[in-house]
T-cell receptor, first 112, second 110 residues
Framework: EAGVTQSPTHLIKTRGQQATLRCSPI?????VYWYQQALGLGLQFLLW???????NRGNFPPRFSGRQFPNYSSELNVNALELEDSALYLC???????????FGEGSRLTVL | GQNIDQPTEMTATEGAIVQINCTYQ??????LFWYQQHAGEAPTFLSY????GLEEKGRFSSFLSRSKGYSYLLLKELQMKDSASYLC???????????FGQGTELSVKP
């Protein structure tokens, strides 16, 4: 069974640009979560999607947005990039909202 | 808020036992997870507690006291490969968010 896959692995952007990160959950998982892990910090909850709907979001500005497609894959968009957006962005999926999260390897975003 | 507190770092000796503590705010609690994250890798699931008591899984055990807002992860017979960050995460039922602590960086020395 394929795990959670994320792309791209690495992404380099400059301030003010926009970044798009993609995630494919494990087959059969309908919930997708996005977390930001900045250097030296813990995982910060960004967004939760389930059955195509945004169910909850963390304390991040509106320039962080995303969506979930009918096949349950998901996209995270970050607009007007700032230097402090440089981080590892982790996507996770689960079968239910109380289930174990399975994480992808992450997309490392560097903003110059 | 939903603060989750755990020590920043710990050091232990190969073959020893180490206990990593985690405290959390109890309001809305709906389950607690422990994850392991090696440097440069994704977190991987270790354990899940929703009821009080001890859950044992091989060399790893996790304990939960819901009334005290307290959990610990116990690692026995430490091996060098256990050097990693250990993340305590609490599921809160307000919106189904899984909130992570900052992680405890464990270094296992020979």
């Amino acid at each position: 069974e394929a795990g959670v896959t994320q792309s791209p692995t690495h992404l380099i952007k400059t301030r003010g640009q926009q970044a798009t990160l993609r995630c494919s959950p494990i087959s059969g998982h309908t919930s997708v979560y996005w977390y930001q892990q900045a250097l030296g910090l813990g995982l910060q909850f960004l967004l939760w999607y389930d059955e195509g709907e945004e169910r909850n979001r963390g304390n991040f500005p509106p320039r962080f947005s995303g969506r979930q497609f009918p096949n349950y894959s998901s996209e995270l968009n970050v607009n007007a990039l700032e230097l402090e957006d440089s981080a590892l962005y982790l996507c996770a999926s689960s079968r239910t909202i109380t289930g174990e999260l399975f994480f992808g390897e992450g997309s490392r975003l560097t903003v110059l | 808020g939903q603060n989750i507190d755990q020590p920043t770092e710990m050091t232990a000796t190969e073959g020893a036992i180490v206990q990593i503590n985690c405290t959390y705010q109890t309001s809305g609690f709906n389950g607690l997870f422990w994850y392991q994250q090696h440097a440069g890798e994704a977190p991987t699931f270790l354990s899940y507690n929703v009821l009080d008591g001890l859950e044992e899984k091989g060399r790893f055990s996790s304990f939960l006291s819901r009334s005290k807002g307290y959990s610990y992860l116990l690692l026995k017979e430490l091996q060098m490969k256990d050097s990693a960050s250990y993340l305590c995460a609490v599921l809160y039922n307000q919106g189904g968010k899984l909130i992570f602590g900052q992680g405890t960086e464990l270094s296992v020395k020979p």
